[in-house]
């Protein structure tokens, strides 16, 4: 399988057992949760390999010996779950980053006969930023730029791409400087599609699967991981 330099399909064994046991019809929605949290964990561990360490100032161990304390770069980072499945996979990453960070939404659907994505919500903030005072008057006084300069998008399943397509496509107009997206499992096309967006975009995916039916849904793949992970039929 030929896939673009910034596809990154993880062979870690833990991964792939525990995806195994995700694909099986027996697997109840508690264990579900489990299992979408310990690879969203791994998929973490191995997609934030290439951040940076800054240092951040300095601190006491409990013996009084002063150390310096260091931070991941960029520090604005930010998650952003595509509703509703990519809400299963936020408390992994967050229970690995070393601070919170903040969680933006956005809500996008698949529309049932073009299986094209329909954006319902979206609370991607902006950051209010004065001018110096040197700009010329007629400029406004303020500008607006994106909250976060490192966006890491989370959903589950990459089926025909059009949604990872269309939410890296709201998270560069919004002012990003790069987006990660993580997904447990991903079709070839659409990770294609997904990574072929924008060129500041990296996808980390546990495996991926040749195809989808006309459904739109990856075959084998792992069912609807939205009604799996809420015990609810969504649209």
Not at 34 to 56: C, M, P, R, W, Y
Not at 102 to 109: A, D, Q, R, S
Not at 149 to 167: H, K, Q, W
Request: glycine share 8%.
């Amino acid at each position: 399988m030929s896939l673009p330099s910034n596809v990154h399909v993880s062979s870690h064994p833990c991964l792939q057992a525990k995806l195994s046991l995700i694909r099986s019809s027996s697997t109840t929605p508690r264990e579900t949760r489990g299992l979408v949290h310990d690879i969203a964990n791994i998929l973490g561990v191995e997609a934030f390999s290439g951040l940076k360490l800054v240092k951040t100032g300095t601190d006491t161990t409990p013996l009084g010996i002063e150390y310096e304390t260091q931070g991941i770069d960029p520090l604005d980072l930010a998650l952003v779950p595509i509703l509703r499945s990519g809400l299963g996979m936020v408390d992994a990453l967050n229970d690995l980053l070393p601070t919170s960070v903040p969680v933006y939404h956005l809500g996008l659907f698949r529309e049932k006969v073009s299986l094209q994505p329909v954006e319902y919500y979206n609370n991607l903030p902006f950051h209010r930023s004065e001018l110096s005072p040197a700009s010329p008057a007629s400029l406004n006084p303020t500008t607006n730029t994106a909250a976060a300069s490192l966006a890491v998008l989370l959903d589950p399943v990459i089926a025909t791409g059009a949604t990872a397509e269309a939410a890296i496509q709201l998270l560069r107009d919004w002012g990003v400087k790069k987006v990660i997206m993580l997904s447990l499992l991903a079709s070839e096309e659409g990770v294609k599609r997904a990574a072929g967006t924008w060129g500041d975009v990296e996808v980390w995916v546990g495996a991926i699967d040749k195809g989808v039916d006309e459904k739109g849904m990856i075959v084998p793949g792992i069912g609807d991981i939205g009604d799996r992970l809420f015990v609810a039929v969504g649209k």
